[in-house]
């Protein structure tokens, strides 16, 4: 599981910018993806969907996104279009579960017994429930489900750590 330290652990431990993997599973004669799992190591975004420009045009108010915001956007869909295999195959339909881990590089101010540990929990902003919306909004546009409305088990995790990244796992909810 992404959300699992140990398995965050290993996953730091992979020199690889982008690792990916696929679990495939068979059906009949067919090979069904089961699961798919990333690491992308890079430092993940701090922009949230949650900053939102508004301003007031033709008597209503109208939103928009933020430079910085569509900038962050476009950077996570580029790094997960590159980790998301090309046989991928979109999950039309039925329940989805996502689990993520955010890990951002130590902080200057960390104190060394706690850089002593491979990750440590991150208790500061961005938000867990700003920082995911992001990233589904990311998945949808790559087709890897339908829509984000079929996340039907969702787990995310920030640490702070040596080797910054995300990772990622997203597969089906046998029923």
């Given at each position: 599981?992404a959300g699992d330290p140990a ?86 339909d039925g329940p989805v579960f ?32 700003n920082i995911i919306k992001m ?41």
């Amino acid at each position: 599981m992404a959300g699992d330290p140990a398995a965050v652990a290993e996953d730091l431990n992979n020199p690889a910018a982008i690792r990916c993997r696929v679990f495939l599973k068979m059906k009949g004669e067919q090979r069904v993806m089961q699961k798919l799992s990333i690491w992308i190591a890079c430092v993940p975004p701090k922009a949230t969907s949650q900053q939102k420009g508004a301003c007031r045009a033709g008597g209503g108010i109208r939103f928009f996104k933020k430079a910085h915001v569509a900038q962050a956007e476009q950077d996570l869909i580029s790094l997960c279009r590159g980790a998301i295999p090309a046989g991928w195959q979109t999950i039309e339909d039925g329940p989805v579960f996502l689990d993520v881990a955010f890990i951002w590089p130590w902080r200057k101010s960390e104190p060394k017994k706690n850089k002593s540990y491979p990750v440590l929990a991150m208790d500061v902003k961005p938000d867990c429930s700003n920082i995911i919306k992001m990233l589904e909004d990311a998945l949808t546009r790559l087709n890897v489900w339908r829509d984000d409305s079929q996340v039907a088990r969702l787990s995310v995790n920030k640490f702070w750590g040596d080797r910054p990244g995300i990772s990622i796992e997203v597969g089906r909810i046998e029923v």
